[in-house]
Nanobody, 128 residues
Framework: QVQLVESGGGLVQAGGSLRLSCAASGRTLDTYAMGWFRQALGKEREFVGRIRLSTGNTFYASSVKGRFTISRDNVKNIMYLQMNSLRPGDTAVYYC?????????????????????WGQGTQVAVSS
C-alpha cells in the first residue's frame, strides 16, 4: 500500500502562484508514476499532469501546459505541483495519485484508471 497526503492549497488571486506538495509513504518503490488531477465543483475529475518516477519525464494537460510544472524529490518521496499564472478556471480540489502499473506510451497515466492510490485532495481557489 501507498499513502498520499497533499498540502499547499489555498486562496490566491488570478495571476498568482501556488505550490502543492504530495508526500508519499509506504511501498513507494512499487510505483512507476505519479500524477495530479483536479475536480471542480460539479465537474468530472480531470488530468493535470504526471511524472514518471524512473526518468522524471513529465506530461501535462493542454490547459495547464506552460503554466504548471511537476517535480519530485526522490529522497523525501515528495511530488510537487508548481502552479503559475493561475486563473479562476483553475479553482478545484487537487488530488495526487500514484500508479503501480507500467505504461509505455507518451500519453500514459492520463486516465484515472491508470492509478492505484489517491490522496484526499487539497482545495485551490483562484479569485478574479
Amino acid at each position: 500500500q501507498v499513502q498520499l497526503v497533499e498540502s499547499g492549497g489555498g486562496l490566491v488571486q488570478a495571476g498568482g502562484s501556488l505550490r502543492l506538495s504530495c508526500a508519499a509513504s509506504g511501498r513507494t518503490l512499487d510505483t512507476y508514476a505519479m500524477g495530479w488531477f483536479r475536480q471542480a465543483l460539479g465537474k468530472e475529475r480531470e488530468f493535470v499532469g504526471r511524472i514518471r518516477l524512473s526518468t522524471g519525464n513529465t506530461f501535462y494537460a493542454s490547459s495547464v501546459k506552460g503554466r504548471f510544472t511537476i517535480s519530485r524529490d526522490n529522497v523525501k518521496n515528495i511530488m510537487y505541483l508548481q502552479m503559475n499564472s493561475l486563473r479562476p478556471g483553475d479553482t478545484a480540489v487537487y488530488y495526487c495519485a500514484a500508479s503501480a502499473r507500467i505504461y509505455m506510451s507518451s500519453n500514459a497515466y492520463a486516465l484515472r484508471g491508470h492509478y492505484d492510490y489517491w490522496g484526499q485532495g487539497t482545495q485551490v481557489a483562484v479569485s478574479s
